[in-house]
């Protein structure tokens, strides 16, 4: 019995479209040019916000490389602390062979997160367009 009222919903629906767009199929059409539009000119927006250059790929690169870095430490010091208990900063350092919090190459900061978070810089993926110059590990 639900299967016939899904079909009668989905029919209903379909020939309501249907009437809608016959009867006034310029302001449909012109509601999806218009739609068209402004995510054509969000999308120029975006793009003019975040310009990606060579260097800020090869920071990005390197922001990614110690990302991965501090995540290996963070696994291993994890495994010697004792379950539940976040590792923190003295735990990772000596495993990277540093005193210092490292920062990134394009001047943001590192954050080691709770235990099943992915270490994250502050930069993020920077409202750009293209994924070569973000910030992020994508595990």
Not at 29 to 40: D, E, F, G, L, N
Not at 81 to 97: A, H, Q
Not at 118 to 132: E, Y
Request: net charge positive; hydrophobic share 40%; proline share 6%.
């Amino acid at each position: 019995m639900s299967k016939v009222i899904k079909i009668l919903v989905v029919v209903v629906v379909v020939l309501a479209a249907v009437v809608v767009w016959v009867k006034n199929p310029g302001d449909i059409r012109s509601k999806i040019m218009r739609t068209k539009a402004k995510a054509q000119k969000q999308a120029k927006k975006v793009m003019k916000t975040g310009k990606v250059t060579p260097e800020s790929i090869e920071q990005a690169k390197q922001c990614r490389e110690m990302l991965e870095r501090i995540q290996r430490a963070k696994r291993a010091a994890e495994q010697k602390n004792p379950v539940g208990v976040d590792v923190t900063w003295e735990n990772v350092l000596p495993l990277l062979n540093m005193k210092e919090i490292p920062r990134c190459p394009a001047g943001g900061t590192y954050k080691l997160n709770p235990s099943l978070q992915m270490p994250s810089c502050s930069i993020g993926n920077n409202s750009t367009v293209d994924t070569k110059d973000d910030h992020i590990l994508y595990h």
